[in-house]
Each structure stands twice: as structure tokens, then as C-alpha cells.
T-cell receptor
């Protein structure tokens, strides 16, 4: 299976600042990665599909200017929450799906905006 | 559009009971179905993966079944223990490699 490493595992930031979350595929070259978020007491919802070398594809209702995704290499995708506000506080998690296998998830990042 | 639902939303049982968690999905065109466990404030732990061509998978006290044609899966937990208390998520892998999660079942096993 694929090993996915996500960093940081938790972060607290002040309202108005930006936060970058990294997702690394350690043993698989991923042309596509996926970002999910989970609000308290809710399930995980797909936010966007990160595409290596091209623009990310965002799900309906997700602000692309607020959640900047960069997939500059086959092993790294980053999610930047810009001008974060308390309502952005959530659990963010990434995944990769090697062809013909299953989805492998990172450890997740818990973001708290104060 | 694929939608995944889970019943019940919450379940509280005494220790030792056998229990069944249910998952339904609307589009039978899936590659596989996974059951995950999520402890409070934590990430995902994969429990069982059932490929679309399979009917069931077993791991220890856990057994998951899949009926793709009817869009249903069940997770059976035998002899439940307090350590099984967590949220259980059902998730399907779609043809675009996206994972669609159900809302989860919150399980509490009472000692």
C-alpha cells in the first residue's frame, strides 16, 4: 500500500493568517491527490482534487481562492487556508489512490483558528 | 451523484453484544468499499476493504459484507468490547478515485 504523510498534525493560528498543510506520498508517485475536511461531529467531505502540474478541481461550495492547492511534484500536494477564520477550524485530511488499489489517507491535520 | 448513508447514527450496547452497522450507497458502480474507525479527535483507521467483486471480508471479530447490486454493506462486530467505542465510517471508492464517506455510526460499548 501507499504511505501518505501529512504535516502538521495540528496547528493553531490567529484569525486572518494563512496556514499551509502538506501531504506527501512517500512511496507512490501520485498524479492526483484528494483533500477532505471534517467539521466537528460531521463526516468527511471531499473538498478538491489536486492534479499534478495543473489546476485543482474543487467541489461545489468550496472557495478556490480561500483554499489554495498546489501539486508541484508527484509526491507533494499542499493546501493553504488563506485568511483563516474560526469557521475554517476543521480536520483536514488528504489521500492518494494508487491504480487498482484502495485509498490511503494521511494522518490528518486539525486546524484551530482563534 | 453517489450518496452514502449509514444506520443507525448512534448505538449504545452493553459489552459482549454482537452488533451490526449498516451502510447504503446509491450508485452501484463502485470499485471498492471500506470501513474505517475514527476515534475522537483522531484520524482514520482502515478496518476492512471489500473489492467490488467480493462479497465479504473478515478480520478478527469484524466481518463486512457487500451486496453491490442492492447498494448495501454491513459491518458485523462480534463480542463487542469497550475499546470498540468509536465512530465507524463507511466509504466507497468511485470511478474517479474519489472516496465518498457516509455520515458515520457512533458506537458506545458500555462495560
Amino acid at each position: 500500500g501507499a504511505v501518505v504523510s501529512q504535516h502538521p498534525s495540528w496547528v493553531i493560528c490567529k484569525s486572518g493568517t494563512s496556514v499551509k498543510i502538506e501531504c506527501r506520498s512517500l512511496d507512490f508517485q501520485a498524479t492526483t491527490m484528494f483533500w477532505y475536511r471534517q467539521f466537528p461531529k460531521q463526516s468527511l467531505m471531499l473538498m478538491a482534487t489536486s492534479n499534478e502540474g495543473s489546476k485543482a478541481t474543487y467541489e461545489q461550495g468550496v472557495e478556490k481562492d480561500k483554499f489554495l492547492i498546489n501539486h508541484a511534484s508527484l509526491t507533494l500536494s499542499t493546501l493553504t487556508v488563506t485568511s483563516a477564520h474560526p469557521e475554517d477550524s476543521s480536520f483536514y485530511i488528504c489521500s492518494v489512490t494508487p491504480p487498482g488499489t484502495e485509498a490511503f489517507f494521511g494522518q490528518g491535520t486539525r486546524l484551530t483558528v482563534v | 451523484k453517489q450518496e452514502v448513508t449509514q444506520i443507525p447514527a448512534a448505538l449504545s450496547v452493553p459489552e459482549g453484544e454482537n452488533l451490526v452497522l449498516n451502510c447504503s450507497f446509491t450508485d452501484s458502480a463502485i470499485y471498492n468499499l471500506q470501513w474505517f474507525r475514527q476515534d475522537p479527535g483522531k484520524g482514520l483507521t482502515s478496518l476492512l476493504l471489500i473489492q467490488s467483486s467480493q462479497r465479504e471480508q473478515t478480520s478478527g471479530r469484524l466481518n463486512a459484507s457487500l451486496d453491490k447490486s442492492s447498494g448495501r454493506s454491513t459491518l458485523y462486530i462480534a463480542a463487542s468490547q469497550p475499546g470498540d467505542s468509536a465512530t465507524y465510517l463507511c466509504a466507497v471508492l468511485t470511478s474517479y478515485d474519489k472516496v465518498i464517506f457516509g455520515p458515520g455510526t457512533s458506537l458506545s460499548v458500555i462495560p
